[in-house]
């Protein structure tokens, strides 16, 4: 059985559930709060884990082989056990910061015994000897994903396809001794991949001395997230991946754009896909007194955020919406000052489709702190910026064209080895029928270009010509999309603007009849 037959049959138990009142997102709470004490059970007894992390009564010899309301109210007392670290009579059962934060506030909505009873059931007849070879914590992220792309709504929020996180992970090549952090960690999914990524270099860290591994389990990542049932999946997920982090576990509730941000220590790597949308004030709103330039936009404080709390030479990997490469006013101040700070090297364009929010054109920002030359060098660090675009006529991915590793492997190979981007680079690269699209009839970006250099998803500009050509603006592209519309045969905007007024003049006609004729039937 592989883990995605593990995964499949975990799913289908979603439909049992229903009758309980419980949808799909609650079931993946529901779920997770029950199949991580069975993992750590397997854990325990495959010898991954040297002790077992939960207090005896709290385990999973103590749930299964029982039924009834008797098993239930066994259940409801270890959730509470593992919260506050207490029975119900107040003897203290455990004392641990992390299983405590886990378990926070856990409650299970199951109303039917024989529905937790089922679960536990399904969980006992699973082969988790086939499912330790793939290891644990790869299938509990298959688990999150399943419901990112079911859903689209809850955890979908928080979910960067696992293409894209190891590529960015690739490129940046985090090392053993390096602290990386994710100011907006969702389920954790780039600290596991950058861990994954050093335990591939370190034979499983086994090649290193035992305080440097001490320091890869417990100090090397740092993450922040906002929503506290996203934080316990994200401590759940680091824990299966043998990631135990300091007494807050691996990442820590709070705001990065509040004070819990401006406390973090510099970072010798940052990888993020920070929220989408604007702050609406309230526990996400921004906070920071230390950014430069106050803005509303999420985007634009989580860049400064990430920017300023580099180290000299750190560097970070960015997902970041269009508009915060053309929006003017406080986004032209941010990417100058950006360019001024950094190397901004690389800009990897992004393809529609492959997150939660349909539409949402994203792209992926890659720099250092400092110049290639000098990583203190605190001014004109920016010298030149390459753009790599995987948007252009590529098509929109979703459930029927999935989004994957061969779509990245071309941008991984231009971008070279050097994690800092300054490998040797040249211009040209013509995968997915590059050279068959179309250029536009006028366009700064190909003048004076070698023609088929045009049609290369790979060019490079200088920072004096996004300068004196783009008015420091990094919404940079010079290939045609056969969907997209010239602006240049459209209508003038009076008529534009006469036929939307004539449509809404329409659709309102039509629904004051609609009104009438309902008031009618009254």
Known sequence: MTNNDIVQKLWNLCDVLRDDGINYSDYVTELVLLLFIKMVHENTEAGTLKKHPLPEGCRWTDLNGKSGINLLNDYKRILLSLSTGRDADGTLVHDDPLISAIYADAQ??????????????????????SAQKDGLGDLYEGLLEKNANETKSGAGQYFTPRAL???????????????????????????????????GQTDDLYELKDEAKTFQTTQAYVGIELVPGTRRLALMNCLLHGMEGDAEGVVHLGNALGQTGAGLEKADVILANPPFGTSKGGDASITRDDLTYKTSNKQLAFLQHIYRNLKPGGRAAVVLPDNVLFEA??????????????????????????????????????????????????????EHVWVYDLRTNM????????????????????????????SERQEGEYSFHSEDIELPDHSDENE??????????????????????KGDSLDISWL????????ANLPEPSVLAGEAMGELKAALGELEALVTALEGEA
């Open 165 to 199: 996180i190891n590529t960015m992970v690739h490129c940046l090549k985090p090392q053993p001794g390096e602290r990386i952090q994710d100011p907006a960690a969702g389920t954790a999914g780039f600290l596991i991949a950058a861990h994954e990524y050093i335990k």
């Open 448 to 469: 004076g270009i070698d023609p088929r250099l045009a049609h290369s998803r790979w060019r490079s500009f200088s920072r004096q010509w996004i300068a004196e050509h």
């Open 329 to 382: 006013g406080v986004g032209t101040d941010v990417r100058r000052d950006l360019m001024n700070k950094c190397n901004l090297h690389t800009i990897l364009r992004l393809p529609t489709g492959i997150f939660y929010a349909q539409g949402v054109k994203t792209n992926v920002l890659f720099f250092t702190k400092g110049s290639a030359a000098d990583k203190y060098q605190e001014e004109h660090c920016t």
């Open 480 to 487: 045609k999309d056969s969907d997209s519309v010239d602006a």
């Open 395 to 422: 098509p929109s991915f979703g459930k029927r064209t999935p989004f994957g590793d061969q779509h990245l492997r071309p941008f991984e190979a231009v971008y070279g080895d050097s994690a800092n981007g300054d």
């Open 108 to 129: 299970t909505r199951l109303r039917e015994p024989r529905h937790l009873e089922q679960m536990i059931k399904t969980l006992d007849q699973i082969d988790w000897f």
